[in-house]
């Protein structure tokens, strides 16, 4: 066994000891790939998210220098009938990008480095082939005198275009290489059995196309078929719960939220994973994944991007084109540029259905809350410190205060362009209230029977606080407001929560853009006015 040929099944194995969730069946999708012109694969995701697990997984299962048979017994590759066909059949080589970035002394000797290790391995394993000046001849030397064909794991495939953002040259030299292993078809239908290429970025663009037009690619964007691997699936996450006895609404709460149309919700599995190691729940990304890399990108403002990430803390989802996006991280030129990179670096999800991105679970919102919190946006900075002194305000049943607060959110959370738009006002009033998400569930549309509230902050389990439930107004008064969720008997829904009820009315006046509030507390089988 080497190090970057045929390096074992040492590190499947370990990952099977500790808490495994069954990804084995990628592994049957993949044999169906070998061999044909779709035996090039690329998936991208970002950080924590499992990439290195399923390289070490494939090394495992193709890798000719050891017997892995008795390690996949159970798991669910084991039933499929290409499990013996292609286990243990393979010379594998594993590149780990960002081994190569640690380990060479410049960043420029990265494809030196890479074709001269894997020639010396190469080399020792068959000392009697002739030796070459690149590595895809010397692939090419060991097919002729053996027949082999290779598989390639390529792990971090994107590494160099992120650690050396504005290193042109040793990027080209890289795509270079990489094209003379995978883009003639004269050479890798010859050399390669199949391959396997993980990024956080999908694979450069240059204009239009793609610098390997001939990888399959699966992205946070479009993971296509390989949309259960990404991340945990609901039905994974439910199992993990009631084994470990975790509960499962908070789980969702602070990991799902990641949408794919193949199997809808998707966890983050790191997060989960964590969460249940350590029984409990809370931001594992911060550990991983500094706010610095987010708030960079926020900083940059274009197009009204402040406004649409104070939509999104307020739970909208915003429409984008994804289609300008160059997959690096220097050409960025528009808003719909960063949110799409956004999406790939996990900090955003991406519904493909309506073409729009949101905020998709807790522990992110709570790192686009410290980005915009720490970064140039000092009105939004603000708000969310006065995001307390609103609720306060709101507890006391200060009519006026709440109004003139939500005025100043509007104004600052909503680009003049879309000021009267009665869904941005919707979202921003939500992110006005953020500071309820530390002691509140925030449900959208509660069901009564006779119609949906608008918003209801509902009280975590043990806290004292009153249900907040909030009805909004276009045009309209906030008597109406109040009048409605009487008259549509919302309080009713609540009552075996058991505790104080308070009924927000807010309005929205277009003409002179103006809130107004009307605040009062309900009482069991009858309404009281503000004062009672």
């Not at 060479?104 to 009697?128: F, G, M, W």
Request: hydrophobic share 40%; net charge negative.
């Amino acid at each position: 066994m080497g190090t970057y040929l045929n390096i074992g099944n040492a590190g499947f194995e370990s990952m099977t000891r500790g808490i495994y969730v069954d990804k084995t069946g990628m592994i049957a999708w993949i044999n169906r790939t070998l061999g044909t012109s779709d035996k090039l694969t690329c998936v991208s995701r970002p950080r924590r998210f499992g990439k290195s697990f399923a390289a070490q997984m494939l090394c495992a299962y193709y890798d000719k220098s050891c017997d892995s048979e008795a390690l996949f017994a159970g798991y669910k590759i084991a039933a499929d009938p290409s499990f013996k066909k292609y286990l243990n059949r393979f010379d594998v080589i594993y590149l780990d990008i960002t081994w190569f970035i640690a380990i060479v002394a410049s960043v420029n000797d990265i494809v030196r480095e890479i074709q001269r290790k894997v020639a010396e391995e190469l080399a020792a394993t068959y000392p009697y082939v002739e030796k070459a000046a690149t590595l895809p001849e010397m692939l090419v030397n060991v097919n002729e005198r053996t027949g082999n064909k290779f598989i390639f794991i390529i792990d971090e495939w994107d590494a160099l275009f992120r650690e050396a953002k504005e290193n042109h040259g040793i990027q080209e030299e890289y795509i270079q290489l990489l094209r003379g292993l995978f883009k003639s078809s004269g050479v890798t239908d010859k050399i390669i059995e199949g391959a396997y290429m993980t990024g956080i970025l999908p694979i450069k663009k240059y204009g239009t196309q793609s610098a390997m037009t001939n990888f399959r690619e699966y992205t946070m964007i479009a993971p296509k078929r390989l949309a259960e691997y990404v991340g945990f699936t609901e039905t994974e996450v439910k199992e993990l719960c009631q084994r470990y006895g975790m509960d499962f609404g908070e789980m969702k709460r602070w990991y799902d939220g990641y949408f794919f149309s193949r199997v809808q919700s998707v966890y983050n599995p790191n997060s989960v994973m964590e969460a249940i190691k350590n029984e409990d729940l809370g931001n594992y990304w911060t550990q991983t994944e500094t706010y610095i890399s987010l708030q960079i990108y926020i900083d940059l403002n274009l197009d009204g991007l402040k406004e649409s990430i104070v939509q999104m803390l307020g739970g909208a989802c915003i429409p984008i084109d994804v289609g300008t996006f160059q997959n690096d991280m220097v050409s960025i030129r528009k808003r719909d540029d960063v949110l799409t990179l956004l999406v790939h670096l996990g900090y955003l999800a991406y519904n493909s259905l309506d073409k729009s991105v949101f905020i998709p679970n807790e522990e992110i919102r709570q790192e686009f809350v410290r980005a915009m919190a720490a970064g140039s946006h000092r009105e939004i900075a603000k708000l969310i410190q006065n995001s307390d002194t609103l609720l306060e305000r709101t507890l006391d049943m200060d009519e006026e205060g709440v109004a003139l607060a939500l005025e100043e959110a509007h104004r600052v959370g909503v680009a003049p362009l879309y000021y009267n738009n009665e869904q941005a006002l919707r979202s921003v009033i939500r992110f006005a209230y953020i500071s309820c998400i530390d002691e509140f569930l925030r449900i959208e549309e509660l069901p009564s029977g006779r119609g949906y509230a608008d918003v209801v902050y509902l009280p975590k389990r043990g806290s004292s606080m009153p249900v907040l439930l909030i009805e909004l107004k276009w045009n309209k008064t906030e008597d109406g407001a109040i009048s409605q969720i009487k008259r549509n008997h919302y309080p009713e829904v609540l009552e075996d929560y058991g505790g104080e009820i308070l009924l927000v009315g807010i309005s929205y006046n277009v003409k002179t853009q103006q809130h107004t509030c009307r605040i009062e507390r309900y009482q069991r089988g009858a309404i009281s006015n503000k004062g009672l």
